[in-house]
């Protein structure tokens, strides 16, 4: 594998990142995952909602005081995927606050002034998207309802994942690959996904998102490209009741496109298969991004 740290390109076994980066003493570090896929008709590949992503980790890396411009990976991006051959990807981006210098305390919790950040990216092979935007059905997952024990500050994609990391075990003890997290009794989003659930309210259906102040919460890139293409999802506060009597429950990501949850704590959502509106809006979002509605 083919890596990208601080400027270079190298084999993974060649890349040397410092025990005393702020990223691996603090936790100090913001993250990107995106997807790259060949569009049709095209050669090269391209990133999924780039923009947006570049965007959300600026957002971060300012809120982090860290300084560094995520615009600067696009080209390297496309440089590592071809030095792997590999146009249809995974891609980790990852920008920590640096590694203090020979003169510095190596665990002052204000950055040191003139610190260089630590800037890192891999990629790792996935399905061809225009494959399974033809199949036309959704993945699917059984998640729980588990309350959110994270930090508040939610819109921040920080490394410091120790919340999720201890939520999954709970799902996978519980024989469920991911969780609905709720705080205050309200629905917030998953593991690495925010959540879309279609609810019967005031006598009609509707498919609901929660919007992106009713909790602390991450602005997803595959969420408001959703929005984007299916005009029909409202954004509201969602309460956590209103899990248990959902018609559908669907976890929505970078790799997780639209997936429906078939079971949710051991229950059966609907019929247990993917739902009419987990099809549809899977359709829709492959649509878009093989039409480039998401540039």
């Given at each position: 594998?083919?890596?990208?740290?601080?400027?270079?390109?190298?084999?993974?076994?060649?890349?040397?990142?410092?025990?005393?980066?702020?990223?691996?003493?603090?936790?100090?570090?913001?993250y990107e995952g995106l997807r790259a896929f060949v569009p049709p008709g095209a050669r090269e590949p391209r990133i999924v909602g780039a923009r947006l992503h570049a965007e959300r980790?600026?957002?971060?890396?300012?809120?982090?005081?860290?300084?560094?411009?995520?615009?600067?990976?696009?080209?390297?991006?496309?440089?590592?995927?071809?030095?792997?051959?590999?146009?249809?990807?995974?891609?980790?981006?990852?920008?920590?606050?640096?590694?203090?210098?020979?003169?510095?305390?190596?665990?002052?919790?204000?950055?040191?002034?003139?610190?260089?950040?630590?800037?890192?990216?891999?990629?790792?092979?996935?399905?061809?998207?225009?494959?399974?935007?033809?199949?036309?059905?959704?993945?699917?997952?059984?998640?729980?309802?588990?309350?959110?024990?994270?930090?508040?500050?939610?819109?921040?994609?920080?490394?410091?994942?120790?919340?999720?990391?201890?939520?999954?075990?709970?799902?996978?003890?519980?024989?469920?690959?991911?969780?609905?997290?709720?705080?205050?009794?309200?629905?917030?989003?998953?593991?690495?996904?925010?959540?879309?659930?279609?609810?019967?309210?005031?006598?009609?259906?509707?498919?609901v998102t929660p919007t992106l102040d009713s909790a602390p919460m991450l602005a997803g890139v595959t969420r408001r490209l959703l929005l984007d293409f299916a005009p029909e999802i409202v954004e509201r506060p969602v309460l956590e009741v209103e899990v248990a009597t959902a018609r559908e429950v669907m976890?929505?990501?970078?790799?997780?496109?639209?997936?429906?949850?078939?079971?949710?704590?051991?229950?059966?959502?609907?019929?247990?298969?993917?739902?009419?509106?987990?099809?549809?809006?899977?359709?829709?979002?492959?649509?878009?991004?093989?039409?480039?509605?998401?540039?």
């Open positions: 594998m083919i890596v990208y740290l601080n400027g270079r390109l190298m084999p993974l076994e060649q890349a040397r990142i410092s025990p005393l980066d702020r990223g691996f003493i603090f936790g100090e570090a913001i980790m600026n957002a971060g890396l300012a809120a982090a005081g860290i300084g560094f411009n995520a615009f600067t990976l696009l080209e390297p991006t496309l440089e590592m995927l071809r030095a792997n051959r590999m146009p249809e990807a995974f891609v980790y981006w990852q920008v920590s606050g640096g590694t203090p210098g020979a003169g510095d305390p190596p665990r002052y919790r204000v950055a040191p002034a003139g610190i260089e950040p630590t800037v890192f990216m891999y990629c790792s092979a996935q399905p061809a998207l225009a494959g399974l935007g033809g199949s036309g059905s959704p993945p699917r997952r059984r998640v729980i309802v588990a309350q959110d024990v994270r930090w508040m500050l939610g819109q921040m994609k920080s490394t410091s994942l120790m919340g999720n990391v201890h939520v999954a075990r709970l799902a996978a003890a519980a024989g469920a690959d991911e969780a609905v997290l709720v705080r205050d009794a309200k629905v917030v989003e998953g593991l690495a996904t925010n959540v879309v659930m279609v609810v019967e309210r005031g006598g009609r259906e509707e498919v976890m929505v990501g970078t790799t997780t496109y639209v997936t429906a949850c078939t079971h949710v704590d051991g229950r059966a959502v609907g019929d247990g298969d993917a739902g009419p509106a987990a099809r549809r809006l899977f359709a829709a979002l492959m649509d878009g991004i093989l039409a480039g509605r998401d540039v």
